[in-house]
C-alpha cells in the first residue's frame, strides 16, 4: 500500500521569504504524486501533479515541486511567500485499484505567512 | 476540470438523527469519491462510488453507518446515519479527472457537519 509523510503539522516563514514543503512517500510501483491546497473552509484545489517526464513539475499560484525517485521525495517550493499562500496543504500519491485510482493523502503542513 | 457542488455547506445535527449529503457534478464521470476529514486532520477515503453498482467501502467504514448512492453519472449521495460527536467532520466529494487515469481528482467544497 502507499503511505505519505509530511514533515511538519505547521511551517511558518515571513512574506518574501521561500517556502519548502516536505513530503516522502512509498510505493512499489513508479508513482503519480499531487499536491493539493485547502483554504479556510474549502475544498481542496490541485496545485500540481507529477505523473512521468520532466521530475521538475510547475504549478499555479508559483509553487514548483521536485520528483526525487532515489530519495523518495516530492517537496514543494515556492521562492517568495505571500499573505495569500497561508493555507493547508496536502501531497497525495495515487495508487491503483481494481482499475481505477484512488489517492492516499499525507496529514497535511498548515502554512502561516507573517507580514 | 469538473465543477461539483454539495450540498448542504453545513449542517448541525442532534445525535441519533441521519444527514444526507448531495454531491453533483457538471458532467459525466465513471468514478466518484467520498472523503471525510476530522477536525485537523487529513482526508480518509470512505468509500469509492461507480454508477450501476454498490459502493466499495474502505477498511474502517461500514454501509450501515454510511449508505451511498450513485444513481447516475452526475450524482451521488452519502448518509452518515445514527449520528454521535465523532461524526463531525468535513466530508468531501470528489471525481477522478476524466482525462487522467492517474488519479488526479477533483474536489467539491464540502459539508462542515457538527453533531450534538
Known amino acids: 500500500a502507499q503511505s505519505v509523510t509530511q514533515l511538519g503539522s505547521h511551517v511558518s516563514v515571513s512574506e518574501g521569504a521561500l517556502v519548502l514543503l516536505r513530503c516522502n512517500y512509498s510505493?512499489?510501483?513508479?508513482?503519480?504524486l499531487f499536491w493539493y491546497v485547502q483554504y479556510p473552509n474549502q475544498g481542496l484545489q490541485l496545485l500540481l501533479k507529477?505523473?512521468?517526464?520532466?521530475?521538475l513539475v510547475k504549478g499555479i499560484n508559483g509553487f514548483e515541486a521536485e520528483f526525487k525517485k532515489s530519495e523518495t521525495s516530492f517537496h514543494l517550493t515556492k521562492p517568495s511567500a505571500h499573505m495569500s499562500d497561508a493555507a493547508e496543504y496536502f501531497c497525495a500519491v495515487s495508487d491503483m485499484n481494481s482499475g481505477y485510482s484512488t489517492l492516499t493523502f499525507g496529514k497535511g503542513t498548515m502554512l502561516l505567512v507573517s507580514p | 476540470s469538473a465543477v461539483i457542488s454539495q450540498k448542504p455547506s453545513r449542517d448541525i445535527c442532534q445525535r441519533g438523527t441521519s444527514l444526507t449529503i448531495q454531491c453533483q457534478v457538471d458532467?459525466?464521470?465513471?468514478?466518484m469519491f467520498w472523503y471525510r476529514q476530522q477536525p485537523g486532520q487529513s482526508l480518509t477515503l470512505i468509500a469509492t462510488?461507480?454508477?450501476?453498482?454498490?459502493?466499495?467501502?474502505e477498511s474502517g467504514f461500514v454501509i450501515d453507518k454510511f449508505p451511498i448512492s450513485r444513481p447516475n453519472l452526475t450524482f451521488s449521495t452519502l448518509t452518515v446515519s445514527n449520528m454521535s460527536p465523532e461524526d463531525s467532520s468535513i466530508y468531501l466529494c470528489s471525481v477522478e479527472a476524466r482525462t487522467s487515469g492517474m488519479g488526479e481528482q477533483f474536489f467539491g467544497p464540502g459539508t462542515r457537519l457538527t453533531v450534538l
Open positions: 462510488a461507480n454508477q450501476g453498482s454498490e459502493a466499495t467501502y
Open positions: 458532467s459525466q464521470v465513471t468514478m
Open positions: 507529477y505523473t512521468t517526464g520532466a521530475t
Open positions: 510505493s512499489s510501483v513508479p508513482p503519480y
